[in-house]
């Protein structure tokens, strides 16, 4: 089970990358174009944010099946002492919560904006935050793709 799920984190990981490079990628050339909001821009967002979502319910899983996080939970005071098993049980679980919190939130306010320029600013901005976040935390010393 702990293979699997975390093979399945890993290839998700590429899809939030990409969803997110795409949805920052048109909010930015719309807002600099002064373009028309449209359906595949407010598409670009959900599926971001979507892919954002799944990649949480994954982790959720990973986290509640890893050897590693068991390890730690039975003795905090090491795990918080050796950086690597840190990064995995507080700080990589906290950024990520914040990258997908900058993702939600910055769709509610694309939906909430008034006119074309602010939901592409506004899109620019928050989807951009999202996913600085999500890849500055991602642990670029795992393997790239997983071995089945």
Do not use: C
Request: glycine share 8%.
């Amino acid at each position: 089970m702990y293979n699997l799920t975390l093979a399945t984190h890993n290839i998700v990981r590429w899809l939030v990358l990409a969803a997110g490079a795409w949805a920052v990628w048109r909010a930015w050339r719309g807002w600099r174009a002064r373009a028309v909001w449209g359906e595949p821009d407010a598409g670009a967002v959900r599926l971001f944010v979507n892919a954002l979502s799944l990649q949480f319910v994954v982790g959720v899983l990973l986290y509640a099946v890893s050897p590693l996080i068991r390890g730690a939970m039975s003795d905090m005071g090491s795990a918080m002492r050796t950086a690597s098993v840190r990064y995995f049980v507080v700080e990589h679980v906290a950024v990520m919560v914040i990258a997908i919190a900058l993702g939600h939130i910055g769709a509610a306010r694309v939906r909430k904006a008034t006119s074309d320029s602010a939901r592409f600013q506004t899109a620019t901005i928050w989807m951009g935050l999202a996913l600085a976040a999500s890849a500055g935390f991602v642990p670029w010393f795992r393997p790239l793709f997983p071995s089945f």
